[in-house]
């Protein structure tokens, strides 16, 4: 691990001579200080200081923006970034499991640090290179450990996002949470009832983002119940179906960790067989089979999303892949992939082969090998629809608004015009060229 302070930016460095200057304590703090130690670059720079809020505002000017002076908080920027001060400080009591009543400041930088989440984000780092590090976060970073600051059960009974944050942490990091961390993370999780929906998904979406964020779910299925219910009863269910050698949740966690990292693959791939319990039927050979799932996983998963106030466009496009996710694709006639590449778009198109093919990897090994060269060769021949640069959107149409406007059609006309004409061109009735359209836009009036 690192922790020179040649890996402090030189605009962090600025604010903390600028504060040791005017005879404070300045050091950086949290999440930079241990993405530094792990050699990872530090997506923004936090500093705590003994220089009260208008003490800072005072010493920085026009360049200070009073942006949480409620906690001691003044952002201050510089022309190669920005940084927020904070004042050392002790915090209240928590009654809403989420922020503290009041803030108390101090002259300690331990009692600051002693009030944070975890060990790995209580440590802080001076202008010369000196860690303070009371409550062995190194220690903690080095053996690839979650672990609260002082009593779990007291850090997560003041604010109940942490136990997402230690989730996120221990996926991101892929580091393990220490026993009693974990014990008090799962007995306070009722406690997430209390937080904001959208900081759920803030947190969600980061975890889904690691590189193998099934650790966290398997171990804590019951945590993600909590706000997801629907994920529940997926947890130890046999299929039942000769296709699969794991058990419906244990399948779900190998596909989740076989697509790439992009976020609508992610939660598609995390619900894209949660309704398969409710569509369970049994044929006469003792064989299981869920016919309807990928609609009603659809359905599902659009009102988890939407529960915690996903954007509309990521709910809309990971319900389209869940629907879609069992496509025949492998084999699919010529016209019917041009077809659905005009749906889909090609973007959209190469995730849905990309779900298709994390979900082949979760089943039974003996299936896999056929299955995996059929989508292999269903994606050679999209790259060579894409090499002949065929027309599958309107904007590779050889004919715009414009065209038809001069041909005289107006308002509502044009736009089903070119509607038509690019199902004709896809369907290959027509070739992409102008004076054909244009003829054949012609002739419908006629």
């Known amino acids: 691990m690192k922790g020179e302070n040649g890996s402090i930016p030189a605009f962090a460095r600025d604010i903390l001579q600028t504060l040791e200057g005017a005879g404070h304590e300045a050091y950086c703090v949290g999440g930079c200080v241990r993405d530094t130690l792990l050699g990872r670059t530090p997506g923004d720079w936090d500093i705590t200081t003994s220089a009260r809020p208008e003490e800072t505002l005072a010493l920085f000017g026009a360049d200070a923006l009073p942006t949480g002076l409620r906690h001691g908080t003044v952002t201050v920027r510089r022309p190669d970034g920005s940084a927020e001060v904070t004042t050392f400080r002790r915090d209240g009591d928590y009654t809403d499991h989420r922020h503290p009543e009041s803030v108390a400041f101090t002259d300690s930088l331990t009692e600051d640090l002693a009030r944070r989440d975890f060990t790995v984000n209580a440590m802080a780092l001076s202008l010369r290179g ?13 053996a690839g450990r979650i672990r609260c600051v002082g009593e779990p059960a007291r850090r997560f009974g003041e604010d109940a996002l942490r136990i997402l944050r230690g989730l996120r942490f221990a996926a991101v990091l892929g580091f393990a949470i220490e026993p009693e961390t974990a014990a008090a993370l799962s007995a306070a999780r009722e406690d997430l009832r209390a937080i904001a929906p959208e900081r759920i998904f803030t947190e969600v979406r980061k975890l889904l983002a690691a590189e193998r964020p099934s650790a966290v779910l398997r171990e804590f299925p019951e945590v993600f119940g909590v706000f997801w219910l629907e994920l529940l009863p997926m947890l130890g269910y046999d299929q039942r179906n000769f296709h699969h050698c794991y058990d419906l949740w244990e399948h779900t966690l190998h596909a989740l960790d076989a697509v790439p990292g992009e976020e609508a693959l992610r939660f598609a791939a995390l619900f894209h067989d949660v309704g398969k319990p409710d ?17 009603k996983s659809a359905q599902l998963a659009d009102a988890m ?44 198109l190469r995730r849905l082969i990309a779900l298709q093919r994390a979900d082949n990897l979760a ?14 060769e269903v994606l050679r021949r999209l790259d060579a629809i894409l090499r002949e640069d065929a027309c599958f959107s309107l904007r590779q149409l050889a004919v715009n608004g414009r065209d038809l406007l001069a041909l005289g059609l107006r308002g509502a006309e044009i736009g089903r015009a070119l509607d038509f004409l690019l199902n004709e061109v896809v369907e290959g009735r027509l070739p992409n060229e102008q004076e054909a359209l244009l003829a054949a836009v012609r002739g419908r009036d006629t």
């Open 130 to 142: 000196e860690l303070r590090d009371p409550f062995h976060g190194r220690e903690d970073l080095a």
């Open 279 to 295: 569509c369970f039927s049994l044929d006469a050979g003792g064989v299981g089979h869920f016919y309807g799932h990928a609609a």
């Open 305 to 348: 999303l939407a529960r915690l106030r996903a954007p509309n466009a990521l709910r809309e496009e990971v319900t389209e892949l869940i629907r879609r996710h069992d496509t025949p694709l492998p084999g699919i006639p010529e016209v019917n992939l041009r077809r659905l590449l005009r749906r889909l778009g090609e973007a959209r």
């Open 363 to 376: 089943q039974a090994p003996e299936y896999r090998a056929e299955r995996a060269a059929g989508l292999d």
